[in-house]
T-cell receptor
Framework: DVKVTQSSRYLVKRTGEKVFLECVQD?????MFWYRQDPGLGLRLIYF???????EKGDIPEGYSVSREKKERFSLILESASTNQTSMYLC???????????FGPGTRLTVT | QKEVEQNSGPLSVPEGAIASLNCTYS??????FFWYRQYSGKSPELIMF????GDKEDGRFTAQLNKASQYVSLLIRDSQPSDSATYLC????????????FGKGTSLLVTP
């Protein structure tokens, strides 16, 4: 079974803090993704990576950055957390183009 | 026009009935189609994928794809209360094919 893990299930941070969300997959997948999910807005793609050290912006990259130094690990960084970044953050991985994505359990981030 | 559209529901069906969930997409060139189930507070879980026109069956689930009509559906036979969840339709994005466009989901309620 594909396993995607995320570093925290719940996280509370203060406005202005730098926040790191970590995601690890164990299936040697090429592609990894970060989404946020908010009521009424659905899943929105923040960034994705199609190879180590390669990244592409998704639909809402502002205020976020990413890092992929190793194939199995994809990090999302909130440079200076703001209250409008309070959300459920979901990481996913995929074996290749046009293939399915497998999601991690999610991190519910609250910024106060 | 939204990339992937789903009726938000809720769709209510009695236990044992067939639940029919529908999805339309805008990009005629789309190649891969997915259905995810998401329980409240949990992450999306892949149920089925389909690439070719026609039906694909897996247990109680059947995915149907009609590329000419740009329509994909999910049938759930013998619906159970445990099927109550939000069902997300996803379609590969234009261009590179790495990312998916997700619908906002249809809420399904199976009543005993």
């Amino acid at each position: 079974d594909v396993k995607v893990t995320q570093s925290s299930r719940y996280l509370v941070k203060r406005t202005g803090e730098k926040v790191f969300l970590e995601c690890v997959q164990d299936m040697d997948h090429e592609n990894m993704f970060w989404y946020r999910q908010d009521p009424g807005l659905g899943l929105r793609l923040i960034y994705f990576s199609y190879d180590v050290k390669m990244k592409e912006k998704g639909d809402i990259p502002e205020g976020y950055s990413v890092s992929r130094e190793k194939k199995e690990r994809f990090s999302l960084i909130l440079e200076s957390a703001s209250t409008n970044q309070t959300s459920m953050y979901l990481c996913a991985s995929s074996p290749g183009r046009f293939y399915e994505q497998y999601f991690g359990p999610g991190t519910r981030l609250t910024v106060t | 026009q939204k990339e992937v559209e789903q009726n938000s529901g809720p769709l209510s069906v009695p236990e044992g009935a067939i639940a029919s969930l529908n999805c339309t997409y805008s990009d005629r060139g789309s190649q891969s189609f997915f259905w995810y189930r998401q329980y409240s507070g949990k992450s999306p879980e892949l149920i089925m994928f389909i690439y070719s026109n026609g039906d694909k069956e897996d247990g109680r689930f059947t995915a149907q794809l009609n590329k000419a009509s740009q329509y994909v559906s999910l049938l759930i036979r013998d619906s159970q209360p445990s099927d109550s969840a939000t069902y997300l339709c996803a379609v590969n994005r234009k261009g590179s094919g790495y990312a998916l466009n997700f619908g906002k989901g249809t809420s399904l309620l199976v009543t005993p």
